[in-house]
């Protein structure tokens, strides 16, 4: 019998969205019908969108495809698996930037990548908790070196959202934009966000933790849950992405992230801009821009070659470095 928790196993078996008795469960993993009960009160707290039918058995609201390391590996790319140093695939843990944080940086050239089910710890910038329910989101960390600090270090989330922009688009998810500094947005509902996390020396190597959240196939609880964040949500199913295969999908987006880093390296920034500028969704918006001194109003204007937001005031055209600040679009009448 597998050593994963029941509570996985029975998530893999439940991923169909078949009905399932509880009898025939507790059979096929050799424990109690309490211990099912119990394993799927677990789910439910997971944030599995789990349905019990009175002397009928259990089923998730919909069909997932659990990620699964092996799944995972074979839809890379074969330059991607050449330069994958290690590839973790989780149940759950705290957050899969924290996992790779605390290994010893990739060699140079190579990557590693973790992706979980479940994250009791995901955050985006800014503290911010990210929801990610069972099935439902795709999270997931690449971690990579860079031999000497780039000069275009601080566009590296604008990158980051241009390499997902890249890999969601080849799968029909369209029309995707990008907010400024680290968000992927349709019509203003939020699908992804980017939490970029660094350690480097003067003159020396840089190591970099790129940590993404995609949200894959909400249910309505998360969706509650997100929406009491302030936050309206979108997801990848709702935009008729062409594959309801997490493992595909999340490949994809570590192909173009390996293949834009090394782009990265050799070219800089403004090989990315001009497609960052064609997917900028505040361009010629009124926003308001918090979290670095007095708010500031204006007409986001596009980026600079640096990644700096430009914003139109009526005391001029200011230049906005990303650190920790917050973009809101103003409310129209």
Same mark, same amino acid.
């Given at each position: 019998?597998? $050593?994963?928790?029941? +509570?996985?196993?029975?998530?893999? *078996?439940?991923?169909?969205?078949? =009905?399932?008795?509880?009898?025939?469960?507790?059979?096929?993993?050799?424990?109690?019908?309490?211990?099912?009960?119990?394993? @799927?009160?677990?789910?439910?707290?997971?944030?599995? *969108?789990?349905?019990?039918?009175?002397?009928?058995?259990?089923?998730?609201?919909?069909?997932?495809?659990?990620?699964?390391?092996?799944?995972?590996?074979?839809?890379?790319?074969?330059?991607?698996?050449?330069?994958?140093?290690?590839?973790?695939?989780?149940?759950?843990? $705290?957050?899969?930037?924290?996992?790779?944080?605390?290994?010893?940086?990739?060699?140079?050239?190579?990557?590693?990548?973790?992706?979980?089910?479940?994250?009791?710890? !995901?955050? !985006?910038?800014?503290?911010?908790?990210?929801?990610?329910?069972?099935?439902?989101?795709?999270?997931?960390?690449?971690?990579?070196?860079?031999?000497?600090?780039?000069?275009?270090?601080?566009?590296?989330?604008?990158?980051?959202?241009?390499?997902?922009?890249?890999?969601?688009?080849?799968?029909?998810? @369209?029309?995707?934009? =990008?907010?400024?500094?680290?968000?992927?947005?349709?019509?203003?509902?939020?699908?992804?966000?980017? =939490?970029?996390?660094?350690? #480097? &020396?003067?003159?020396?190597?840089?190591? +970099?933790?790129?940590?993404?959240?995609?949200?894959?196939?909400?249910?309505?609880?998360?969706?509650?849950?997100?929406?009491?964040?302030?936050?309206?949500?979108?997801?990848?199913? &709702?935009?008729?992405?062409?594959?309801?295969?997490?493992?595909?999908?999340? @490949?994809?987006?570590?192909?173009?992230?390996?293949?834009?880093?090394?782009?990265?390296?050799?070219?800089?920034? &403004?090989?990315?801009?001009?497609?960052? $500028?064609?997917?900028?969704?505040?361009?010629?918006?009124?926003?308001?821009?918090?979290?670095?001194?007095?708010?500031?109003?204006?007409?986001? #204007?596009?980026?600079? !070659?640096?990644? *700096?937001?430009?914003?139109?005031?009526?005391?001029?055209?200011?230049?906005?470095? $990303?650190?920790?600040?917050?973009?809101?679009?103003?409310?129209?009448?």
């Amino acid at each position: 019998m597998s $050593a994963a928790p029941l +509570v996985q196993r029975l998530f893999r *078996e439940l991923a169909d969205g078949e =009905l399932h008795s509880g009898a025939a469960l507790a059979a096929s993993h050799g424990v109690t019908r309490s211990a099912i009960w119990k394993a @799927a009160g677990s789910l439910r707290e997971l944030g599995a *969108e789990l349905e019990s039918l009175p002397r009928r058995g259990y089923r998730l609201r919909q069909r997932c495809v659990p990620l699964d390391a092996t799944a995972l590996r074979r839809a890379l790319s074969p330059a991607a698996r050449e330069r994958l140093q290690e590839l973790r695939c989780e149940w759950s843990l $705290a957050s899969t930037n924290t996992a790779l944080l605390t290994l010893a940086a990739p060699v140079a050239g190579r990557n590693q990548v973790c992706v979980s089910e479940h994250q009791s710890g !995901g955050r !985006g910038r800014r503290g911010r908790t990210w929801i990610a329910p069972l099935g439902g989101a795709i999270c997931l960390s690449l971690s990579h070196t860079f031999a000497q600090l780039p000069r275009d270090i601080s566009c590296l989330s604008l990158v980051v959202g241009v390499c997902a922009l890249r890999a969601l688009s080849e799968w029909g998810a @369209a029309p995707l934009l =990008l907010k400024w500094p680290n968000d992927l947005v349709v019509n203003d509902r939020k699908l992804g966000g980017i =939490l970029i996390e660094m350690r #480097a &020396e003067a003159g020396g190597p840089a190591h +970099v933790v790129i940590g993404l959240g995609l949200n894959f196939a909400l249910g309505p609880s998360a969706r509650r849950e997100v929406d009491a964040l302030g936050t309206s949500p979108i997801d990848l199913k &709702e935009l008729g992405l062409a594959s309801d295969d997490r493992n595909r999908v999340a @490949a994809a987006i570590i192909d173009s992230l390996i293949n834009g880093l090394q782009q990265f390296e050799r070219e800089g920034f &403004e090989t990315f801009r001009t497609q960052w $500028a064609g997917a900028d969704a505040l361009r010629g918006r009124e926003v308001t821009v918090s979290g670095a001194g007095a708010p500031r109003h204006g007409v986001a #204007a596009g980026i600079n !070659g640096a990644g *700096e937001l430009q914003l139109d005031t009526v005391s001029g055209r200011k230049s906005i470095i $990303a650190g920790d600040v917050s973009v809101r679009v103003c409310e129209t009448a």
